[in-house]
């Protein structure tokens, strides 16, 4: 499903690189929690497996695509098989909740029938079917963060990427969030999330892959954000 | 992508950039009437040449006692004179490209002036026997007067062989300087057009970069990303180019056949079915330039 072999990434100007040989296999309906400190790669990670960026050596393969080959006018159609949430949520401020879910349809040519079908059912799906008409400013952190997860998933794809999702969210709305990620993993799709939340880590005791440094030093099957097993 | 999100998009746009977008309308509008007025003018110049050079001749002016002394130390032309030149105009070298000629003398000559310039002081101090006379050649093929010129000049007798085209060339040549500068002017402006239409492309692309990020997060294609920016620049040079188009008719009908042709009635001008050759030109120009421009502001954008 998602298969990195022996990448390393260097930024211009830091003479370390982001990632160093750093190889990953990830299978489908997998779980995976990328954990480590703040410029230990993960971000840079999931930058590749979006095809954001490309490798300066090595492969990034995803759902069968070579990325690092992939033609940069063939990336968006790579990029409707993906589902993407950020710690930002990244919603448009003056379109409303179905709109914005609606807009992600409408900008890669989905018909109106579809839309209106696939957007309340996906509403509905993240608890968000009574708040459809209201702006994103009107709802609570983690209900915009339900919207960018219906927006991710409303065309239902193979992959969920979250850069820490819950990074903006309390506790208790962080757990919520969880728990629907959670359901929509179980529904059948990989999710891949990097995160600096070892109450999360810790409870949900999924695979877990530590980054140091631009190096994996971890890699458990089912683990919590600490070393401590 | 649907056509009815599309135009909402374009719609927001250029309502978002309402100011810039004028200006665009504006700057187009004027650079493609000066584009529209040059070619006119050349399309009247063609016009004017079909139509004088036709009817231009070749004059063969004779001495008279008042000629300067350089080219008729002899004063007056003598009827040998005039019998020479008869003979050359007859001889089978020239008949083949003379269509006729004819004779004026000095009373005819005088008659012509003082109708030509009744009512100006100048016709009563002329007198007949300073008006040349003069042999009126007209050739088959106007542009070969060379050869009479050739024939003619330096004959005992003969002050000058004038092609009266040189006389139309002069007013051809500053038809062709304004229309030139006119040309210049507008080339300027369309510069100054495309960049504006490619700053304010940038600038809605980046007010609006939320969007730009988010469609390229979820996959929409570069073209649907690119087009509603493309058809906002496109939309607002066409407005430009109508309006220019509508000036350049404007002054075709107005200015040209209304005024122009009703104070010169012996000259052909421009027409309106001209003016309509000229049309698509401008529209073509303008939507092709605002798409290029803002085909090129919005790349950047779409850096993957």
Known sequence: MISVQNVTKKYKGTPRPALDQVSLEIEKGDFVFLVGASGSGKSSLMRLM?????????SVHVLGENLVGLPA??????????GVVFQDFRLLPNKTVAQNVAFSLEVIGKSQGFIQEAVPDVLGLVGLAEK???????????????????????????????????GNLDPTTSEEIMALINSINLAGTTVVMATHDRSIVDK???????????????DQTSGGYGVRA | MRFGFMFS???????????????IILVTFISLTFVGTASLLQLQIGQMKNYWYDKAQVAIYLCTDVSPEATCPRGEASED???EVEERLDSPTLTPFIEEYYFED??????????????????????AEQLNETYWVNLFDPNQSQIITESFTGLAGVEEVRDQRSYLDQIFNILNIASLAAISIASLMLVSSVLLISTTIRLSAFSRRRELGIMRLVGASNFSIQLPFILEGVVAALIGSLLAAGAVLGLVAFFVQ???AERLPFTSFVSISDGMLVVPLLIAAGVVLAAVASGLAIRRYLKI
Not at chain 1, 73 to 80: A, K, L, T, Y
Not at chain 2, 9 to 23: K, P, T, Y
């Open chain 2, 9 to 23: 998009e374009v719609s927001q746009g250029l309502r978002r950039n309402i100011a810039m977008v004028i200006s």
């Open chain 1, 73 to 82: 006018r063939r990336v968006p159609f790579f990029r409707r098989k993906l």
């Open chain 2, 258 to 260: 209304g005024f122009l």
């Open chain 1, 204 to 218: 949900m005791q999924r695979r877990v892959v530590e980054l140091s440094q631009g190096q994996i030093i971890r």
């Open chain 1, 132 to 166: 459809a008409d209201r702006l994103p400013s009107e709802l609570s952190g983690g209900e915009q963060q339900r919207v960018a997860l219906a927006r991710a998933i409303v065309n239902k794809p193979a992959i969920l990427l979250a850069d820490e999702p819950t």
């Open chain 2, 106 to 127: 000095h009373d005819q000559a005088y008659a012509n002036f003082q109708e030509q310039f009744s009512g100006n002081a100048v016709a009563q101090y002329v007198r």
């Open chain 1, 50 to 58: 979006l095809r954001e960026d490309i490798p300066n050596s090595g």
């Open chain 2, 81 to 83: 004179v005039k019998k």
